[in-house]
């Protein structure tokens, strides 16, 4: 399947190309044609599954085949929950309107007003704001809604959760009633089937399960930090939440035994576990983490291979696994038997790569966290799905002209 198939013209497939994207998502596959045809359409997938280019890229194929915007109106508008989502929407919206000739604008309080007025005079086509700050300029007659051909309700949830209900219902009340209607959400809760009801027509419904390579009952995250500051984190993240057990992953035999040292210097007690250890050893170790003797474990992914504790509440990924498929097996050693888990890992700017091959494994992005204390000095980017290296990328293409 490709962007073209599903109806995009060529300004918008050498756009999302040009960003790398090599096909469409399972919810943009299904959600791009529906949307084109005009429906009304409710859609539920995880977060990090590519909604809002599901959304975005056939709002830009309809309005650019209509005509101009006037004065002081919109065309779409997409209401998101907040300030930073407005901004990363409204960017997502030039990168892939970049060869069309349409108009954005990223609308949101804490800023002065002044611009974002100045920057609607002339109207826009595409409007992505918060409620709050919509409805105040909407008050003082900087922006009218007659024109609004599609509304955009993004992560529809946290909207909800954030008590945006009033003023997403007075919006909806202004809108023309015939706009398309879309509402976009990682869940759909009562409270989003509610807010659905008075804004959606008849609508169409998508909803992605949550990818199997994930079990839902391992919570995943990510914590970006820096290279050096990894054993520091780990140490303060044992303390802090008084982990009662943990399965560390290492890459290197030398790096586990430097890293139980680093964790002894702090007062934590913890062995390394890898092939440099005689057997007898090792099954011992095994039975002392089993059996709770032992609460941290430092091991090589080789090692820990055969490892097979029932009710492993927690991993730790201290290097990020290679290749992808090492990391679902990996994070599959938590929540046995359907006791919960989690599985944490570690990422710094030097794990980029690895990290998009785990993602598009994974079919989504793994949650964020930071860490008060170890925010990264170099920043992690935003990974692409359906990445594919380099070197396979090329191959691919020698395949095809070979053909
Ligand atoms: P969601 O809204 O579902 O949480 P986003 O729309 O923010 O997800 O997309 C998550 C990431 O995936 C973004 O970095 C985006 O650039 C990337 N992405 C979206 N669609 C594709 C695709 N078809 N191929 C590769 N990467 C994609
Ligand atoms: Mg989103």
Redo the contacts with the bound molecule.
Sequence with gaps: MSFAKLGLSEALSKA?AD???????S??TKAIPVILQGQDLIAA?Q???????SFVLPILEKLQRGKTQKKKRVRALILVPTRELAIQVAEKVKEYGQFTELTSLAMYGGVDEKAQKQALIDGVDVLVATPGRLLDMYGQRAVYFEEIEMLVLDEADRMLDMGFIESINKIIDRVPTDAQCLLFSATLSHKVRDLAKTAVNDPYEISIAANQASKSNIEQWLITVDKDMKSALLSHLIKENQWDQALIFIETKHGAAKLVSQLEKREIAAEAFHSGRSQEVRTRLLEDFKNGKIKYLVATGVAARGIDIEELSRVVNYDLPFPADEYVHRIGRTGRANASGEAISFVSKDNFKNLCMIESRLGH?IERREVEGFQPRKPVP?????YVPKHKRQKEEQENQDK
Excluded at 382 to 386: A, G, M, P, Y
């Design positions: 999302v960003l790398g994207y090599q096909k469409p998502t919810i943009q997938a977060t990090g599954t590519g909604k809002t280019a992005l935003i990974s692409i799905l359906n």
